[in-house]
């Protein structure tokens, strides 16, 4: 018979305990980045949604509209506030982003230090607002671009537009409010009331919430 010591019996119990938490602590990592980009949607509407709710503003979600006969643009969501209105899309990224509004692409930087180029959101969302203002007839200074990005994506990016931001999803509700304090009239009730059915007829996925 075989008697095994104190340290022996230990060091077999812990040594599995160990390898065990060693491969949890490997796994993880990845599993919930996956977990996070693939419901990154879904977290940014739950924030959308619920400053709808707070502040009594209305909402359309995964806006649909034709551009041609061929080319369809989706916009994630848009919210009818009291002075403005804001096109919001959203973006998960990989890394963090840097660079300017006006280039023609951002830099990706990934959490192992390689260097990407993505195209600029900016350039995008701008086309995106006059294409929405064309097929709606609504004035595109009624309008606001955000690109919505994952929290723990970090953004160095040189602009001074007042009218696209890109802001992580926690800003989200700083952001509205301080926009919605400008020194402007509010969008007058019967043509916001006109805003959200021009829009609403355009919209190829019918899904419209809020007040």
């Known amino acids: 018979m075989i008697y ?7 060091f077999i119990i812990v040594v599995p305990v160990i390898v065990i938490i060693g491969l949890f602590l490997l796994i993880r990592f990845p599993i919930s980045h996956i977990y996070q ?21 209305y ?25 403005y209105i804001y096109v919001c899309i959203d973006r998960y990224n990989e890394g963090n982003l840097m660079g300017s509004d006006t280039n023609a692409s951002l830099i990706l930087l990934s ?14 969302l701008s086309k995106v607002l006059r294409q929405l203002s064309s097929a709606t007839g609504l004035p595109t200074e009624m309008m606001i671009g955000l690109i919505i990005v994952n929290d723990d994506c970090q953004t160095k990016i040189d602009s ?20 919605e304090s400008r020194d402007i009239p509010k969008i007058n009730p019967n043509e916001l009331d006109k805003a959200v059915k021009a829009l609403y007829e355009r919209n190829e996925n019918k899904e419209i919430k809020g007040r």
């Open 59 to 83: 909402l359309i979600n995964n806006y649909v509209f034709s551009i041609d006969d061929v080319h369809k643009v989706r916009i994630d969501h848009i919210v009818f506030a009291e002075k």
């Open 37 to 57: 980009r693939v419901n990154f949607n879904k977290y940014v509407y739950n924030r959308v949604y619920r400053i709808v709710l707070n502040n009594d503003y």
């Open 160 to 179: 001074k537009s007042s009218q696209l931001f890109l802001l992580n999803r926690k800003q989200l509700t700083k952001l509205i409010k301080t926009i």
């Open 111 to 124: 959490r192992n230090g390689d260097k990407n180029y993505v195209d600029n959101p900016f350039i995008y």
């Open 4 to 10: 095994l010591t104190v340290p022996q019996i230990a």
